[in-house]
């Protein structure tokens, strides 16, 4: 009897045991994972400054407007050449929206020479030393990628000279600083959180402006100049951005 009674608490005590065990291995402590980084989201907003330089082509036609009004038509002339300069600007960023304002300012080397059909004898000359550029932006950004249009005003700083064709020396000039419309395209990429490098294109709607010679013309008697301008620009540009502004900020939800 008692062999039996010690048999039965052995076996009570095993079968107590394989209860307990599960249950202690399931009171112990699970370590947490920890949880993903929050995204990193690019800000476009703060003021910036940086630098530009490219390739600009301006297309002029030249008439001449007599003291009666009679407009007597010359030639129109392409001319190419370097660009370079630089701009300042604030921008603003909700959501995607990025909004900005914009002034750029450029040396520029347009220079064309062409036979007057007129009188051959001479020769126009064209030349645009100068284009500042004061606009608006409007882009969308997708993180350090943003796209914008831009428009607003425009301004180019112009030489006139009437060349005798056989030596150049020119016999009349006229300046001129002009006013017109500007409108534009470009895309930009950040590539640090302050620095920031684009490409952008920009066509200048300069109009018709009546200029008066230095002496008498000497193509057509008591005539004004008489200038179309139309200016495209295409610009690799950099900017740095000013301040916590320029900061990248983690994405919230």
Known sequence: ?????????????????EATAPASAADMAVKAVPPA???????WSGFYIGGNGGWGSSRNCWDF????????????????????????????????????????????DLSNTRLSLIDQRFSTRVRTDGIGLFTGQVGYAWNAAL????????????????LTTIDGLSVASANSTRWGGAVGVGFEYGFTPNWSVGLEYDHL???????????????????L??????VDMVTLR????????????????
Not at 90 to 107: H, K, N, S
Not at 147 to 162: H, L
């Open 1 to 17: 009897m008692r062999k039996l009674l010690a048999a039965a608490v052995s076996l009570a005590a095993i079968i107590g045991a």
């Open 37 to 43: 980084p929050l995204p990193v989201i690019y800000n």
């Open 65 to 108: 407007v007599t003291a009666a009004g009679l407009v007597v038509a010359d030639a129109c002339s392409d001319r190419s050449g370097g660009l370079i300069g630089g701009q300042i600007g604030y921008r603003w960023q909700t959501g995607g929206w990025v909004f900005g304002l914009e002034a750029q300012g450029d040396w520029a």
């Open 147 to 162: 796209f914008y249009v831009k428009g607003g005003a425009a301004v180019t700083s112009n030489s006139y000279d009437i």
């Open 205 to 223: 709607f300069m109009g018709d402006a009546n200029n008066s010679f230095s002496v008498a013309n000497p193509i057509v008697a008591g005539a």
């Open 225 to 230: 100049n008489r200038i179309n301008q139309d």
């Open 238 to 253: 950099i900017n740095y951005r000013f301040g916590g502004y320029g900061a990248p900020i983690a994405a919230r939800y």
